[in-house]
């Protein structure tokens, strides 16, 4: 079956520690999208990326970082920079705008 | 800067009502609208979209937009307890490649 996974489901970081959450596609999807929620927040995003090689901050990007280096895999990185990553982080992929969204199940970072 | 907004809520409606969701726009090119149902714990899931002025009826599912006046709705009639869960209202952009969300509502429907 098609469709997003994001590993790993739950994830803790000790202070100063980066950390790497993936997100695969096999749904032959060009876009991609890293979201963080938050309680109350909605939905916040980080990064994007519509081609391989090629990718945009978003309205949150301080303290991540990406890569897309293939059009299945899109893995964001949570640097020691980033002072308050707990949250909710959610990939999504979509093949045009009008199609909406589909995301993977999601991670859920602890800073420990 | 775009913006969704989703009134406040939460909602609480009595079993076998009709829950009725609202939403405003911002930016008037926005072509694409999607309604998000997000349980407790888990990812989003699209449960509806619309593209032309109207109704769009899925079962129990009702989405109407009004662009003239930057509005979309989501009514659930006979709701249901497993329709408790927060509700994402979504609108692309004319000059982006990315939906806008508003914060969402959260509906508890009382057994």
């Known amino acids: 079956d098609g469709g997003i996974t994001q590993s790993p489901k739950y994830l803790f970081r000790k202070e100063g520690q980066n950390v790497t959450l993936s997100c695969e596609q096999n749904?032959?999807?060009?876009?991609m999208y890293w979201y963080r929620q938050d309680p109350g927040q909605g939905l916040r995003l980080i990064y994007y990326?519509?081609?391989?090689?090629?990718?945009q901050k978003g309205d949150i990007a301080e303290g991540y970082s990406v890569s897309r280096e293939k059009k299945e895999s899109f893995p964001l990185t949570v640097t020691s920079a980033q002072k308050n990553p707990t949250a909710f982080y959610l990939c999504?992929?979509?093949?045009?705008?009008?199609?909406?969204?589909?995301f993977g199940s999601g991670t859920r970072l602890t800073v420990v | 800067q775009k913006e969704v907004e989703q009134n406040s809520g939460p909602l609480s409606v009595p079993e076998g009502a009709i829950a009725s969701l609202n939403c405003t726009y911002s930016?008037?090119?926005?072509?694409?609208f999607f309604w998000y149902r997000q349980y407790s714990g888990k990812s989003p899931e699209l449960i509806m979209s619309?593209?032309?002025?109207g109704d769009k009826e899925d079962g129990r599912f009702t989405a109407q937009l009004n662009k003239a006046s930057q509005y979309v709705s989501l009514l659930i009639r006979d709701s249901q307890p497993s329709d408790s869960a927060t509700y994402l209202c979504?609108?692309?952009?004319?000059?982006?490649?990315?939906?806008?969300f508003g914060k969402g509502i959260t509906l508890s429907v009382r057994p």
């Open positions: 999504a992929s979509l093949p045009a705008l009008s199609y909406g969204y589909t």
């Open positions: 749904l032959n999807h060009d876009a």
């Open positions: 990326s519509q081609i391989v090689n090629d990718f």
């Open positions: 930016d008037r090119g926005s072509q694409s």
């Open positions: 619309i593209y032309s002025n």
């Open positions: 979504a609108a692309d952009g004319v000059a982006n490649s990315k939906l806008t």
